[in-house]
C-alpha cells in the first residue's frame, strides 16, 4: 500500500481514457492531466462560468454552425488548461485539440469528464 503524505502533490497524472467510436468499436487516448486540487478546479471552472455569462448575449442570434464552432473552440480551450500531454501522433496543441473536438467529440467528452472524476472524485472512471 502507498504511503500518503499531504502537501506532495504530482506534476500531472494519467489516465486511458476510452471512447465509442461513431463507426463501432472502442477507442482510447492515454492522457496526461494537470493535477489540480478540487479547490483549484472548482476555481477554473468558476473561471469559465464567469466568461460564459459575460459572452452569454452575444450568442444569442447565432446559427448551429456557430453553436457548433465555438462549442468546439471551448472544448479544445479547456483540453489544454487540463491536458499536459496525449498519445496521439499528433501533438497536442490548440489546433489539434479543436480538431479532437470536431471530428471525435464523443472522446472529448470522455476526455473532460475522466478528468471531473479524477479531480472531484478521486476515481479512475471508466
Not at 8 to 28: H, Q, T
Request: charge should be negative; charged fraction near 30%.
Amino acid at each position: 500500500m502507498a504511503s500518503i503524505k499531504l502537501g506532495n502533490r504530482p506534476k500531472n497524472f494519467k489516465r486511458i481514457v476510452k471512447f465509442g467510436l461513431i463507426e463501432g468499436g472502442e477507442g482510447s487516448i492515454e492522457c496526461t492531466f494537470k493535477y489540480r486540487t478540487r479547490s483549484e478546479f472548482g476555481r477554473l471552472i468558476d473561471g469559465m462560468a464567469h466568461d460564459a455569462r459575460q459572452n452569454g448575449a452575444a450568442g444569442a442570434d447565432l446559427s448551429v454552425a456557430q453553436i457548433m464552432d465555438a462549442t468546439k473552440d471551448k472544448n479544445a480551450a479547456y483540453l489544454l488548461d487540463v491536458l499536459d500531454g496525449w498519445n496521439l501522433d499528433e501533438v497536442l496543441t490548440r489546433d489539434t485539440a479543436a480538431q479532437l473536438c470536431d471530428e471525435l467529440p464523443g472522446a472529448a467528452t470522455e476526455i473532460m469528464e475522466a478528468y471531473r472524476l479524477a479531480i472531484v472524485e478521486g476515481r479512475l472512471g471508466n
